[in-house]
């Protein structure tokens, strides 16, 4: 879907909305496509939260087809997702009936690292509209911390990426929902290593949650239980409830018992 499309999926009730906030080549794309194949096989959420309907079904088989055994041809991560002159992202959507009977709808933006690596750097960029769009509208953020990239030879250029994109992110949050999402979870990474990246994320706050998730099993931790955890917290996204002042009013028009100035 496109910003286009938007308005027909708000038109019930808003969204919440996801952004996948990584560098290139940091696993943003698979952790997509691990969501929907789980979810293919009821092994993604609870009976509080049963799967209802996607408008983007094209577009969710289109990233986890790699993903997938096919005869002659073993599953592979998917393709790098461009970047081309595109200045917003392309939106992934599920919807979920709760236990209550009402629904809850979910977009996830699926964009480049590229553009999120040129506005840590400089956050007007020309060319970095796509991740001003989802720092503007996102309800749940996922910073992405890379262990492979964090774990190989250029590993102190990978921290230095890291701790400029976190502060650009964390700071453009402004209180809303944000968590640190270690991928390739399989990895070794240096302990020392792992403390600067947290820290660069408590610097700004120390209430954000971790999550690590592979597609590779972590000693006796099946594959799956990482993305289980990570969807069940974004699914866990409460909208903050508005109070409106109220005051004594004779009037039978209840617009006038907010009070005028």
């Not at 009977?101 to 840590?120: H, I, V």
């Not at 209430?207 to 000693?219: A, I, K």
Request: hydrophobic share 45%; with cysteine.
């Amino acid at each position: 879907m496109g910003e286009s499309d938007l308005n027909f999926i708000s038109g019930r009730v808003k969204p919440i909305t996801v952004g996948i906030v990584g560098p290139e080549s940091a696993g943003k794309t698979t952790i997509l496509g691990a969501f929907y194949l789980l979810l293919g096989q009821g092994a993604l959420t609870t009976g509080a939260n049963s799967f209802s309907n996607s408008y983007t079904l094209a577009g969710w088989e289109a990233v986890a087809t790699c993903l997938r055994w096919k005869p002659g041809q073993p599953p592979r991560f998917p393709p790098h997702t461009p970047s081309g002159a595109a200045r917003a992202p392309g939106m992934l959507h599920l919807g979920f009936r709760r236990e209550d009977g009402s629904l809850r709808d979910l977009l996830f933006a699926d964009a480049p690292g590229e553009w999120f690596q040129k506005w840590a750097a400089n956050e007007q960029a020309a060319d970095a509209e796509g991740a001003r769009w989802i720092a503007r509208h996102a309800d749940v953020s996922l910073l992405i911390a890379d262990r492979e990239a964090l774990a190989g030879p250029k590993m102190g250029s990978a921290r230095n990426d890291f701790q400029l994109l976190a502060q650009r992110a964390v700071a453009e949050a402004r209180g809303r929902r944000l968590a640190l999402v270690w991928t390739k979870g399989d990895v070794a990474v240096a302990p020392a290593m792992e403390a600067q990246i947290r820290k660069a994320v408590a610097s700004v706050s120390s209430s954000v949650p971790e999550f690590t998730v592979s597609v590779y099993p972590r000693g006796e931790i099946d594959a799956a239980v990482g993305f289980r955890e990570l969807f069940g917290w974004i699914l866990s996204t409460k909208r903050a409830g508005v109070d409106l002042p109220t005051t004594e009013s004779s009037r039978h028009d209840p617009l006038f018992r907010f009070g005028g100035r």
